[in-house]
């Protein structure tokens, strides 16, 4: 298969339309200038760099010459014996990716073990919300930004979409397991991989005829603008969410999780002077970065149908299953970026949910006694729960991998 599918194109094609007949951007161009200041990152302080403009210089060339040179195998097959965050650096690396894996996986100085474990069993305590607006809420913002979807779709993983989500998963688990940052954990580890991978793929990508066709003129893809835009799909639209949720969150929670994804970006090579070090800066630069450049396009449609198709499959499967989980997405990321993705209307999954979830959620909380809940409410957080076990089990059976080619087609 060259390109997205005819009904990707169809519906994206009458987004975008529908889009311009409004008057409103489409999207990807329509930057805004870049003024979120340093004074409010981790680092206080900084060049002030646009980060569209700055990509992760020492490790992308790195990457570009052990592809060149047709290392990737032997890069991959030592890396899959480092799994803990207390193992040494594999020593079969070839020695620069040795020595610059030795250097990546360094915790930050600003790093607190303390803080790291608070933001651990907030992530154990909140793992049912987490999961669920990380992997799918977090996975229909991603689809609906365009550079993104775009890049995993003709990215060498984005022709098998359970497995690349498995992989991923297996970074978002990782993060958050109550072992994340100890020495049994695994984050650091799978950062570092995804460090690597991201590298390659900026070696990579600019080769697909298919992505150097639709990147809207850029010439290196994952920048670092576009890698915060993908943080805010992660823990900045989490905890706006279970805020709106009304989850109980106490401020020393609030912070940890903040940090744990600090020292996860800094892991994933985003330079402290654009991590925001509050919240009210991670909003901020999410107004800033994330919100103009959502969008459709035909390969986000694309990858939104096939991720959905399988979640269905997974969480409940039967006649409820489709319906169900397109309810649940568009409830999860809004009308606006629901039709953008193409995600079917369900009128009556649709009411029950807005009625049920915040049930779900108080009974969860202990504000709401159990005959209260409706029960349809179970089967939804049964659906859930399979999700959650179909990708943690996934995930543990797989790795993250360097690629050394793009999507074939
Ligand atoms: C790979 C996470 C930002 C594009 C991966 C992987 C993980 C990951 C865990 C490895 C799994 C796999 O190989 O499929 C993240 C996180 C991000 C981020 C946590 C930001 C906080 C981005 C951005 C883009 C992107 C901004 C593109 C605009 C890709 C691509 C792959 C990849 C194309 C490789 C898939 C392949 O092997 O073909 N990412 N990512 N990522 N990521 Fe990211």
Same mark, same amino acid.
């Given at each position: 298969m060259g390109g997205p599918s005819r009904r990707g194109l169809l519906i994206a094609g009458g987004a975008l339309g529908a889009a311009g007949a409004l008057g409103v951007?489409?999207?990807? $161009?329509a930057r805004p200038a870049w003024t979120w200041s340093s004074r409010d990152s981790v680092a206080g302080s900084?060049?002030?760099?646009?980060? $569209?403009?700055?990509?992760?210089e020492e490790v992308d060339a790195l990457l570009a010459s052990v592809v060149r040179r047709g290392d990737v195998p032997r890069v991959n097959r030592a890396l899959r014996s480092w799994t803990r965050n207390d193992q040494p650096t594999p020593g079969d690396l070839p020695a620069d990716v040795r020595d610059f894996v030795e250097r990546a996986r360094r915790l930050p100085g600003w790093a607190d073990q303390g803080r790291l474990d608070a933001a651990a069993r907030f992530n154990v305590t909140r793992g049912f919300y987490l999961n669920l607006l990380n992997g799918v809420g977090g996975g229909m913002l991603s689809t609906a930004i365009p550079r993104e979807a775009r890049a995993v779709y003709y990215s060498k993983g984005g022709a098998d979409m359970e497995d690349r989500v498995a992989k991923t998963s297996r970074l978002g688990f990782a993060v958050g397991d109550l072992d994340a940052y100890r020495p049994s954990g695994s984050i650091v580890v799978e950062a570092v991989k995804t460090r690597l991978v991201h590298a390659a793929v900026r070696h990579l990508l600019p080769q697909s005829p298919g992505w150097a066709e639709t990147s809207?003129? $850029?010439? #290196?893809? #994952?920048s670092q603008a576009d890698v915060l835009v993908t943080w805010h799909t992660l823990p900045t639209y989490a905890m706006r969410t279970m805020l709106e949720w009304r989850v109980p969150i106490t401020a020393a929670e609030s912070a940890a999780y903040l940090h744990v994804w600090q020292v996860t970006a800094h892991l994933l090579g985003v330079p402290d002077e654009y991590l925001p070090a509050s919240w009210d800066a991670a909003h901020a630069q999410s107004r800033q970065l994330l919100d103009p450049v959502l969008g459709p396009t035909a390969e986000g449609v694309h990858l939104t149908d096939v991720l959905l198709g399988q979640l269905a499959e997974q969480t409940s499967p039967g006649s409820v299953g489709r319906p169900l989980v397109d309810a649940l997405a568009r409830y999860l990321v809004g009308d606006r970026i629901a039709d953008w993705n193409g995600i079917a209307r369900q009128p009556l999954w649709e009411t029950t949910l807005a009625s049920a979830w915040p049930k779900l959620v108080a009974f969860r909380e202990n504000l709401l006694p159990l005959p209260l809940v409706p029960p349809v409410a179970w089967t939804i957080d049964e659906a859930l729960r399979r999700y959650i076990m179909f990708y943690l089990t996934k995930g543990r059976e797989t790795h993250i991998e360097i690629p050394e080619t793009n999507r074939p087609s």
């Open positions: 951007s489409p999207f990807a $161009q900084g060049g002030g760099t646009d980060p $569209q403009w700055v990509w992760d809207g003129g $850029q010439r #290196i893809p #994952i």
